[in-house]
């Protein structure tokens, strides 16, 4: 029993795709009601919502757990929440009680047990709304959102019934509701246990769970420390500039590019994975749109025409270069979910990994002008020098041996056209221009620096230099050796 169970809830773990730290517990996917227009009634995993066998040691364990009522007594009012244990081989609901500081499961089952070991219903990511909807036996079935139990019903609940004191006032001890199941079979009906018995009503309500259909990604801020950013030249096009005319004239060509831009901002638990999400970044306009734990790629194109005057038979290569980055970064960000029908979202603060792969600082290099004909340099213009994009550079001219100049040096132009996507991402400029990452101050510095300043000369002059240079750099590599070296 304890063997098969363990083999079903692994094989339930890759197919989530989670990541099962040795000390959580175990994981079993929910099942909800949906309304597929091929197939009503068919049933879905639940993206938010999990059973997770109860861990009496976990403490925070139950703060994500869904309540079912409150359980009543003379000196406290405690949360209820919704639980499972397997009787006979059957899925069966009930509602937890607390025992000094534990908890059990009480089942909704004719032999009534209380159960130490049992799963709990938990809203991971509390994202998923989840709520009790009113149900009544002419509402005609399942409503969209129930939650499986087992076989074929559905977590549902009654109102306890409440039995008059001595005095004739109604106190209640105990839960506030009992919690059952919703019967689908016929009309339906909702069974609970009331006094050891089973009790099948008319109405009740059903759990149901709404789903968010998209999320929204706001006050996003990495871990610049642990910022990694990687950095290759890559080329971008090679061309020709060439003058196969008679006279000396302005030559142009357009020269066209591609580069994937990537983004990939992780997945968490709870968090539906596929989502349409919007990305708000810091003074974005436009925010990015990415489907949630899913990889964005696009190709994304540029165009630059580059431009020159040449003399009649002579001809210059050109080369465009460019940074390819690629960002990681773990970061923490506000995550807001919205339902259908409703105006209201509800956020909660993630923690996730970021990584973007982006253009940056596309350059212009040149060579040499040369014959078409023969292919050899035309004396006295070495012109090997980069220009940085949209402006004009003069070729240098360094002396050779040749006897007269017979060219100017050219002047090579270079306009972008068109839409621009590259240039340093947004993620990379906020990293830029927040503090910290260029802070060597006192309060990162350990206290007896500055009251010892003839110790560490080195350190002190690389301090100075170094708010400039990291800044310029944004690395954060350096932060961090800076700060292995002040630590020392
Ligand atoms: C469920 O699907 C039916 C038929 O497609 C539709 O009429 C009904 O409005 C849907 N209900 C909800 C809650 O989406
Ligand atoms: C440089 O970037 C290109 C483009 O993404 C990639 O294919 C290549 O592997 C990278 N090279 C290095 C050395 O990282
Ligand atoms: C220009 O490019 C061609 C091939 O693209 C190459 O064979 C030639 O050596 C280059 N010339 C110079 C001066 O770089
Ligand atoms: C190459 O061609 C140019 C133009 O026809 C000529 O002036 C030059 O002398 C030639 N150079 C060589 C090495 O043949
Ligand atoms: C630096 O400060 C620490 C703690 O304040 C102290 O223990 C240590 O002796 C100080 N070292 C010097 C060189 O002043």
């Known amino acids: 029993m304890a063997a098969s169970s363990s083999v079903i809830t692994f094989g339930c773990l890759l197919a989530l795709g989670h990541i099962l730290a040795p000390t959580e517990a175990n994981v079993h996917p929910v099942l909800t009601h949906k309304n597929a227009s091929s197939l009503l009634g068919q049933l879905v995993t639940s993206s938010t919502l999990v059973w997770e066998s109860y861990d009496p040691k976990d403490a925070t364990q139950l703060s994500f757990a869904v309540e079912g009522g409150k359980y009543i007594t003379e000196d406290e009012h405690y949360p209820i929440y919704v639980c499972r244990v397997t009787i006979d081989g059957v899925h069966t609901s009930g509602h937890t009680e607390k025992i000094l500081q534990r908890h059990r499961c009480v089942a909704a089952h004719y032999k009534h047990g209380k159960y130490d070991n049992f799963d709990v219903l938990m809203n991971k990511g509390h994202l998923g709304k989840v709520g009790w909807k009113h149900w009544r036996k002419f509402d005609a079935g399942v409503p969209v959102g129930a939650i499986r139990i087992g076989d074929d019903s559905f977590i549902g609940r009654h109102r306890a019934t409440h039995q008059p004191n001595s005095e004739?006032?109604?106190?209640?001890?105990?839960?506030?509701?009992?919690?059952?199941?919703?019967?689908?079979?016929?009309?339906?009906?909702?069974?609970?246990?009331?006094?050891?018995?089973?009790?099948?009503?008319?109405?009740?309500?059903?759990?149901?769970?709404?789903?968010?259909?998209?999320?929204?990604?706001?006050?996003?801020?990495?871990?610049?420390?642990?910022?990694?950013?990687?950095?290759?030249?890559?080329?971008?096009?090679?061309?020709?500039?060439?003058?196969?005319?008679?006279?000396?004239?302005?030559?142009?060509?357009?020269?066209?590019?591609?580069?994937?831009?990537?983004?990939?901002?992780?997945?968490?638990?709870?968090?539906?994975?596929?989502?349409?999400?919007?990305?708000?970044?810091?003074?974005?306009?436009?925010?990015?749109?990415?489907?949630?734990?899913?990889?964005?790629?696009?190709?994304?194109?540029?165009?630059?025409?580059?431009?020159?005057?040449?003399?009649?038979?002579?001809?210059?290569?050109?080369?465009?270069?460019?940074?390819?980055?690629?960002?990681?970064?773990?970061?923490?960000?506000?995550?807001?979910?919205?339902?259908?029908?409703?105006?209201?979202?509800?956020?909660?603060?993630?923690?996730?990994?970021?990584?973007?792969?982006?253009?940056?600082?596309?350059?212009?290099?040149?060579?040499?002008?040369?014959?078409?004909?023969?292919?050899?340099?035309?004396?006295?213009?070495?012109?090997?020098t980069t220009t940085s994009t949209s402006t004009t550079t003069h070729a240098t001219t360094t002396s050779t041996n040749e006897p007269t100049p017979i060219n100017e040096p050219p002047l090579v132009h270079v306009k972008h056209m068109g839409e621009k996507h590259s240039g340093p991402d947004s993620l990379e400029k906020t990293l830029h221009d927040s503090p910290g990452s260029n802070e060597v101050n006192s309060h990162e510095a350990p206290e007896n620096m500055s009251s010892n300043p003839g110790k560490d000369v080195a350190l002190a002059g690389f301090g100075v230099n170094a708010a400039g240079s990291i800044a310029t750099a944004g690395s954060a590599c350096m932060t961090l050796l800076l700060t292995l070296f002040l630590s020392l």
């Open 168 to 384: 004739g006032i109604a106190t209640h001890w105990g839960a506030d509701f009992n919690l059952g199941r919703l019967d689908p079979l016929g009309l339906g009906k909702i069974m609970v246990i009331e006094n050891d018995r089973e009790k099948y009503y008319d109405d009740g309500e059903v759990l149901i769970e709404t789903e968010p259909f998209r999320y929204e990604l706001r006050d996003i801020k990495l871990d610049r420390i642990r910022t990694d950013l990687r950095q290759n030249l890559t080329e971008l096009a090679t061309g020709k500039l060439e003058n196969l005319g008679d006279k000396y004239s302005t030559v142009e060509t357009v020269m066209t590019y591609s580069f994937d831009y990537i983004q990939y901002w992780g997945s968490h638990d709870g968090v539906a994975r596929g989502l349409p999400t919007k990305i708000f970044e810091k003074d974005i306009i436009i925010p990015a749109e990415i489907n949630w734990a899913l990889k964005t790629s696009e190709k994304r194109f540029e165009n630059k025409a580059v431009q020159t005057k040449l003399w009649p038979g002579t001809a210059i290569n050109v080369t465009l270069r460019g940074t390819y980055v690629t960002l990681e970064a773990p970061y923490t960000a506000k995550l807001f979910a919205f339902y259908y029908g409703s105006d209201e979202s509800v956020s909660r603060k993630i923690s996730a990994d970021v990584r973007k792969s982006y253009l940056k600082e596309v350059k212009l290099e040149f060579s040499p002008v040369y014959w078409i004909e023969n292919g050899t340099l035309v004396p006295t213009t070495t012109t090997t």
